[in-house]
């Protein structure tokens, strides 16, 4: 009976500690599967927090993961260290059908800088840039099946209802799922114009609900990558934040908003800013 005891609790021991560090590898993993991982980086917002400033609170700030549409338009022209950027965003849905087959999918809308920023396996199709056209269409092989069964999925089109606009999509190509340490979840990709809030919210610099990603240049120096940035949502929102502070009454030497960005690599240790998968 000891000697048993002595088993089972060393066995225990050991079976735990395997447990917690597989659980590590696997939460250090997300993310790293991305070839030009360490030229990738989210964008965030982070705004000033009146309520949090007279409670006292050291750090009167939130942050979250969306952007204007248009930001990513005017770094992409702009600032010279943006090799690649895409708007992604994940919570659309609407109703789609091929022949008589209908059903309920949820997808994803990107810029097509979405494909060269990712390492995302495209197992068939347009490998180079499958959402060359606003009815270009990306699917995962589960989906594929769905719909079309055994056919060739490339170059079909899909019928989509969404908020009540009702669009064609032509198959370009099919992409592997993402994996499970992926921060990025998607089951089929589609141009950011088949949702129609995209189009009224494209001018609209206070309308924060893209989040965005972009590939900086080689050798780039992040630090005045970020004094560009600074200057950049200065130029286009400065008359904004001038308004915002006057309402809030926002102490001097305090910005009401800035923009700033995190190493891909990071996002899923980030658990202060809202994403499908984050950790502690």
């Not at 696997?26 to 917002?45: G, P, W």
């Not at 050291?58 to 005017?74: G, I, Q, R, T, W």
């Not at 992040?222 to 560009?228: I, N, T």
Request: proline residues 5%; aromatic residues 14%; charged residues 25%.
């Amino acid at each position: 009976l000891y000697s048993f005891i002595n088993a089972f609790g060393l066995s225990v021991a050991i079976a735990f500690c395997t447990l917690i560090y597989l659980f590590v590898q696997d939460e250090k993993s997300f993310d790293q599967f991305h070839e030009n991982k360490d030229r990738i980086y989210r964008l965030h917002t982070t705004n000033f927090d009146s309520e949090k400033y007279a409670q006292a609170d050291p750090s009167p700030f939130n942050s979250h993961a969306y952007l204007p549409a248009k930001m990513s338009e005017v770094m992409l022209d702009e600032m010279a260290e943006v090799e690649s950027i895409t708007r992604f965003t994940d919570y659309n849905e609407g109703i789609m059908s091929y022949g008589s087959n209908h059903f309920n999918q949820k997808f994803a809308c990107a810029d097509s800088g979405f494909f060269k920023i990712f390492s995302f396996r495209i197992l068939a199709g347009d490998r180079e840039n499958p959402l060359r056209t606003s009815s270009d269409a990306v699917l995962t092989p589960e989906v594929a099946k769905k719909f079309f069964g055994d056919e060739d999925p490339i170059g079909k089109i899909l019928t989509i209802q969404s908020d009540g606009a009702k669009k064609e999509l032509r198959v370009t190509a099919i992409i592997e799922a993402p994996p499970a340490n992926s921060s990025i979840k998607f089951s089929m990709i589609v141009s950011l114009d088949v949702h129609p809030w995209f189009v009224r919210a494209r001018e609209q610099w206070g309308n924060f609900s893209y989040p965005t990603f972009l590939k900086v240049r080689e050798n780039t120096d992040m630090k005045l990558f970020r004094v560009h940035l600074d200057t950049l949502t200065t130029k286009y929102m400065g008359e904004r934040f001038k308004k915002w502070r006057e309402r809030e009454v926002i102490p001097p030497g305090i910005k009401p908003t800035e923009f700033n960005i995190m190493p891909v690599t990071d996002i899923h240790m980030a658990k202060d800013i809202s994403w499908e998968k984050v950790s502690d």
